[in-house]
């Protein structure tokens, strides 16, 4: 049958036959409530008026099945109401005899969980006054989709229910091919934080699987309803009898941002259409991956999203779809539209393993990009409610005073993440994706979040970010923070860090986009960001590690628009320019946007290899964005979160184009990093391990700077930056005794000449330095 959008079960209460049956025994038997069927002609007309209440009209239990119908929700917001229509589908409960028993269950663990007796259901609401269980069965060998015969089970809350916890077991229900959800109601009081809602059927925010849209961007199923599902009858995965993680330690990493669906989406892939954009396609690319010399990947949000959310109702937005993900629906469900031909939830779940397996197989380590500072149900304006905001608004998320939705995340909510229950969710969120999908590590977006209190002020021990250092199940992993926030809390250098935490340096990337482009009085500060940021990191037991180095990430410009656009061009989302970072420290080297100038096109190449040298020799970990490789544009876009398009997509063909060039030179300085451990050391540098071949720190317009690295075995390495827009002919120090100096790259070359791995010989007393370039030497026998 069609997906739904808000499925509204509309019944008369058998509650005081439950009641009666669960005082007269502990095995409670529920029946399917009555329900009526919306008419064809007629059709259901649902609205919620200012008031809080809700009107049904138009019933008749003649006609089965789902109807596609517009309903129109008035949204109470800082006491005013606001109608929006939004067409959706509506699944109606059918009168059937089937029935259930039950036992009152357990409260622990929270979600779906197997037990000697049936399937128990747990569920936390410290606020709600009644709580129904819904489901839906289907046909065995069939994914679970739900249907029009949604099942109903009031849970009684003086058997069911154990402090703040509502929990129910259900009897010879099957392991698999169930979809559910929960209708919640409660306290009213707009200003007391409440947002209850029975209407609508709400995702369980410990669902393990998500069922909805199984084909991504299916505008068929645009208003598809979302729903929890479980699996307890597949076989455990097999991960190998010799398999171990590559427990790869951190100065040795080399990370390389990347959207799952992006990667392959696109036809030049070259794989089958089933494959492409899934998890699959990851593995046929790896060998792309290893060419290339990295050993991480860092995934942009694989936990279930909508990516039709901005298609919602009318706004300047809805021609978009969502393709970073960064609107996280459910914490433990991996994206289900990843899977390959449309497989569904289950499919998801084993071929996201697969794809870790393969990659570790690879020497290669999977570092998830996790949301917790909002979720997807967006502000009261607009709200998109599929969970936490029906089942306990109050305790999920960041409230004012008046009980309206604080927003740090600019996304319209924040998540409440250090409320005890809220943590602990988070927590077992992070420890599921360790123990069953087996990654290594989780990048934090706004990270600055998580430092808050519950309300919203900024705390210097906060309990969620130190349990997440203390925890012995991810004492293994990689944890990364993105350290600030849409609330103004920057915290690069000073994150609470239990010397476990490590941090995206917005500073790094400031700076080195800066000098690289030619700004004055910024020779100092590129020392500083080329040596480990000292200045930042130097604290307790910390280590260069704990920065992450970036110039490029996936919000702002790709590295060939960094050096080819002075201004974002960002009409095509819709906002009339307005939305993404005006501060781009971009240079487009003397004409905006494409050029058919060589000289124009040299130049941006030299400048890109500039950047990609200097972060490849810089102490902490090199973290580098998917498609800069070949030069991928999106023709100076700077905020593409909504185009799934050749805007986002992988070009292979571009880079089979560019495979001899820029592939090739990025490519050979990533393995050049990896070979010597010059690059990678586990301390802060010091005069022992580094010579600044420089006098002239104080002078304010020098945009030249030279260094040679230390290393009495492997040979010392000499670099020179050269940001002035004129040749600079520098001495070059004696190479140490029985050595002498190899020229491995100067970015001024043409391929294959401007990175020669094994060097070339002949380089005299001083090197002649060209505009905007770079050089590296090294010392060999």
């Not at 991504?216 to 479980?230: A, E, I, L």
């Not at 010799?242 to 390389?256: A, F, H, Q, S």
């Not at 986002?648 to 300085?669: I, P, S, T, Y």
Request: negative net charge; contains cysteine.
């Amino acid at each position: 049958m069609p997906c739904v959008m808000n499925m509204m079960i509309l019944h008369t209460t058998t509650s005081s036959l439950c009641d009666s049956l669960s005082k007269i025994s502990n095995v409670n038997r529920f029946l399917p409530l009555s329900a009526f069927r919306a008419t064809a002609t007629m059709g259901v007309m649902w609205s919620r008026n200012a008031s809080g209440k809700s009107s049904v009209s138009g019933f008749s239990s003649k006609v089965k099945g789902s109807e596609p119908i517009k309903h129109t929700s008035t949204y109470v917001h800082s006491q005013h109401a606001e109608e929006i229509v939004i067409e959706e589908e509506v699944v109606v409960m059918s009168e059937t005899d089937s029935s259930f028993e039950s036992i009152p269950g357990v409260p622990i663990p929270l979600g779906v969980s197997k037990t000697e007796n049936g399937i128990n259901f747990s569920l936390f609401s410290k606020h709600a006054t009644s709580v129904t269980l819904c489901l839906s069965l289907q046909d065995s060998g069939n994914d679970a989709s739900p249907n029009d015969e949604m099942i109903e089970l009031i849970l009684d809350p003086h058997v069911n229910k154990t402090g703040d916890i509502w929990h129910i077991c259900v009897l010879e229900l099957p392991l698999r091919n169930v979809v559910y959800g929960y209708q919640i109601n409660g306290p009213q009081g707009f200003h007391e934080g409440h947002r209850f809602d029975n209407t609508v059927v709400l995702i369980d925010p410990y669902a393990k699987l998500i069922q909805g849209r199984k084909i991504f961007g299916n505008v068929k199923d645009k208003f598809c309803k979302f729903y929890g599902t479980y699996d307890f009858s597949s076989l455990p995965f097999d991960w190998g009898d010799n398999y171990t993680p590559p427990n790869i330690p951190e100065k040795d990493l080399v990370v390389y941002e990347m959207n799952v669906r992006a990667f392959t989406a696109d036809k030049s892939s070259g794989l089958e259409e089933s494959l492409r954009g899934s998890y699959l396609g990851i593995i046929e690319k790896i060998p792309h991956l290893l060419e290339l010399g990295i050993n991480a990947v860092e995934l942009l949000p694989v936990f279930e999203f909508d990516e039709f959310e901005f298609q919602r109702r009318p706004n300047p937005r809805d021609h978009m779809i969502n393709t970073w993900g960064y609107s996280t629906i459910n914490f433990f469900a991996p994206m289900t539209r990843y899977a390959s031909g449309g497989g569904g939830p289950i499919v998801a779940c084993l071929e996201f393993k697969q794809m870790v397996k393969a990659l570790h197989l690879a020497g290669i380590e999977v570092i998830l990009d996790v949301v917790y500072n909002h979720t997807n149900e967006a502000d009261d304006k607009y709200p998109y409610t599929t969970s936490f905001r029906g089942i306990d608004n109050k305790v999920y998320y960041m409230l004012d005073g008046n009980g309206e939705l604080l927003n740090f995340s600019g996304c319209g909510n924040t998540l409440n993440c250090n409320h005890p229950v809220v943590m602990e969710l988070i927590l077992d969120s992070l420890r599921h994706w360790v123990t069953e999908y087996h990654v290594d590590g989780f990048r934090f977006d706004l990270a600055s979040v998580l430092c808050r209190g519950t309300d919203g002020s900024p705390l210097d021990a906060p309990p969620l970010i130190r349990a997440i250092a203390k925890d012995n199940i991810l004492s293994r992993c990689k944890i990364i923070a993105e350290p600030w926030d849409c609330g103004g809390l920057y915290l690069v250098g000073k994150f609470p860090n239990w010397d476990r935490w490590a941090e995206w340096n917005g500073i790094y990337r400031d700076d080195m986009r800066r000098f690289i482009k030619g700004d004055t009085g910024m020779k100092g500060a590129f020392a500083t960001r080329i040596a480990g940021s000292a200045d930042l990191y130097k604290v307790n037991q910390r280590k260069p590690y704990h920065g992450v180095n970036f110039v490029i990430a996936h919000d702002g410009f790709s590295l060939y628009d960094l050096v080819s656009y002075n201004y974002k061009h960002n009409d095509a989302n819709g906002e009339g320019g307005n939305d993404g970072s005006n501060d781009n420290l971009s240079w487009n080297c003397g004409h905006e946007g494409e050029t058919s100038d060589a000289n124009i096109k040299s130049l941006r190449f030299r400048q890109m290899k500039n950047f990609h040298l200097a972060l490849m020799v810089s102490q902490g970990v090199p973290m580098m964005l998917m498609g800069d490789e070949y030069g991928h544009t999106r023709y100076g876009n700077n905020n593409s979160y909504g185009h799934d398009t050749t805007l986002n997509h992988f070009q292979w063909g571009q880079l089979d184009a560019r495979k001899n060039d820029c592939f090739r030179f990025f490519a050979e300085v990533i393995k050049f990093r990896q070979k010597y451990r010059v690059f990678r050391q586990e301390y802060f540098i010091g005069k022992k391990e580094i010579t600044w071949h420089e006098d002239n720190w104080n002078n304010y317009e020098s945009r030249f700077i030279a260094f040679t690295l230390h290393d009495h075995d492997e040979g010392d390495i000499y670099l020179a930056f050269n940001a002035h827009d004129y040749f600079v002919q520098v001495p070059i120090p004696s190479p140490p005794l029985k050595r002498r100096w190899f020229r491995v790259v100067d970015t001024n070359l043409e391929s294959p000449n401007d990175m020669v791995p094994e060097g070339v010989v002949g380089i005299g007393d001083t090197y002649n330095v060209a505009p905007y370039s770079s050089i590296l030497l090294q010392a060999k026998p």
